[in-house]
T-cell receptor, first 112, second 114 residues
């Protein structure tokens, strides 16, 4: 799996958009970009994933650059409950399993 | 919809004791996984299963065993607990092996070995 690089921490004002960047310069053509988050003391929560095109769901938007070497997760209106560690993962199907390799993520703090 | 359920939520063991961490899912997922998460770190894969009767090692399998007798259940066994196994353990499941399928996680078991 391609390695990802994320900032260690970020702050965002409540109600504003939170933009979380991720670099994955060694990504291969068949690797998906996944985002998970982990709120304190809970299991990781799936947010969104994409391959080439930008994606949007009820939780967030994912913007992937044309060369696919970086992406941005956007939480359009951050709330205090969005305070969590956000993990960017790039993953390709592996023999026998689709393992996830978590790094240390970005700790997002939403400020009132 | 319960999703992935893990029991117990917390446990303290003495060195050398054994225990089984339970994991069950009600989504009819074929694939199940066990991860551990040490403080301030990301998750590391211990074992995984691609279906009933089939299991395989992940990144950090030493000191653990698993079994998969049914689609729903994937217990993790610690035979001789060691302080290095103090961690938070997460179970996850997914529908298929496709890289287009997300994993769904339980809320974890917090295990301390003293």
């Amino acid at each position: 799996d391609a390695k990802t690089t994320q900032p260690t921490s970020m702050d965002c004002a409540e109600g504003r958009a939170a933009n979380l960047p991720c670099n994955h310069s060694t990504i291969s053509g068949n690797e998906y970009v996944y985002w998970y988050r982990q709120i304190h003391s809970q299991g990781p929560q799936y947010i969104i994933h994409g391959l080439k095109n930008n994606e949007t769901n009820e939780m967030a938007s994912l913007i992937i650059t044309e060369d696919r070497k970086s992406s941005t997760l956007i939480l359009p209106h951050a709330t205090l409950r969005d305070t969590a560690v956000y993990y960017c993962i790039v993953r390709v199907r592996q023999t026998g399993a689709n393992n996830l390799f978590f790094g240390t993520g970005t700790r997002l703090t939403v400020i009132p | 919809n319960a999703g992935v359920t893990q029991t117990p939520k917390f446990r303290i063991l003495k060195i050398g004791q054994s225990m089984t961490l339970q994991c069950t899912q009600d989504m009819n997922h074929n694939y199940m996984y066990w991860y551990r998460q040490d403080p301030g770190m990301g998750l590391k894969l211990i074992y995984y299963s691609v279906g009933a009767g089939i299991t395989d090692k992940g990144e950090v399998p030493n000191g653990y065993n698993v079994s998969r007798s049914t689609t729903e259940d994937f217990p993790l066994r610690l035979e001789l607990a060691a302080p290095s196994q103090t961690s938070v353990y997460f179970c996850a499941s997914s529908y298929s092996v496709s890289s287009n399928q997300p994993q769904h996680f339980g809320d974890g078991t917090r295990l301390s070995i003293l």
